[in-house]
């Protein structure tokens, strides 16, 4: 696996409509998209959420070759699900049967509806991450969590490990891209072989990077400390977030959308 395909907790710096949006209304409008995807029922909605998607890729103004890397690392997954949808779906016109492997014309259309999920899922969670800064998404998470202090819910550092989580996602990601490299310098080809023995190719790929990532969680704990960091309570902001207009028309086209899914179901 090419870890330059790996886009997760990437930011593109732009200036689009999509770059200047409250990171509160992304981050809650991406789930609500995410939400509504499984309202569609026929290939019209699908067409529309589509195209939907589509036009907000080419508002952000970000090629889309950075969405299609986003599914490349989860394309097995995504046509291992799909097949079990296509053989094991009964319903409409049977074209072929093999034992307990049936191929309907049901099974067809609900394989292709589940591969349609996955990508919308992955660009719009791509196109959220490409947009917005990873401090930003923690502040947005902390903001839309704080009505849970009254119940003692830990908000502050749940946003702390989000924003580290996120801030070393690529950090890691060129890391194990290097012991790859130095491994693949040694002679190693981790595409040789069965799946077990590419499986077996990956564990000395594993070892240094744990022993690496402990040693950057320890040294960051450390510097942590060392500046006096005792938790959010009572902290001020540096990055002020304000709602505007554009958030608001971004619910709205998130409301009209809901509707036009459930006129097509």
Excluded: C
């Excluded at 949808?85 to 016109?93: C, D, E, K, V």
């Excluded at 890691?172 to 891209?177: A, F, I, W």
């Excluded at 959010?232 to 902001?237: M, V």
């Amino acid at each position: 696996m090419d870890m330059n395909k790996l886009i997760l907790g990437r930011y593109i710096p732009g200036d689009s409509v999509l770059h200047r949006m409250d990171p509160r209304a992304k981050l809650l409008a991406s789930f609500y998209y995410i939400g509504i995807i499984f309202l569609a029922r026929t290939w019209q909605a699908y067409a529309l959420l589509l195209i939907f998607t589509v036009a907000l890729i080419g508002i952000s103004r970000i090629k889309l070759d950075f969405f299609i890397k986003g599914v490349k690392p989860l394309l097995w997954l995504i046509l291992f699900t799909v097949l079990l949808q296509i053989f094991f779906t009964r319903g409409g016109h049977v074209y072929w049967q093999w034992g307990f492997l049936t191929l309907t014309q049901y099974g067809l259309i609900n394989g292709a509806y589940i591969f349609l999920r996955f990508v919308l899922i992955i660009f719009m969670s791509t196109l959220l991450t490409l947009t917005t800064p990873p401090l930003s998404l923690a502040d947005a998470l902390e903001s839309i969590l704080k009505p849970l202090k009254v119940v003692h819910f830990p908000v502050y550092e749940v946003a702390l490990m989000l924003s580290i989580a996120l801030r070393f996602v690529p950090t890691l990601m060129d890391e194990t891209t290097k012991i790859m490299d130095a491994q693949r310098a040694r002679g190693v080809d981790f595409g040789e072989g069965n799946l077990f023995q590419q499986m077996k190719a990956i564990v000395p790929i594993l070892i240094p990077l744990f022993v690496s990532s402990f040693n950057r969680a320890d040294d960051l704990a450390t510097a942590m400390e060392a500046r006096g960091y005792q938790g959010g309570e009572g902290r001020s902001k540096y990055r002020i977030l304000k709602w505007r207009t554009r958030d608001t028309v971004a619910f709205i086209t998130m409301g009209l959308l809901t509707v036009a899914l459930l006129f097509l179901r």
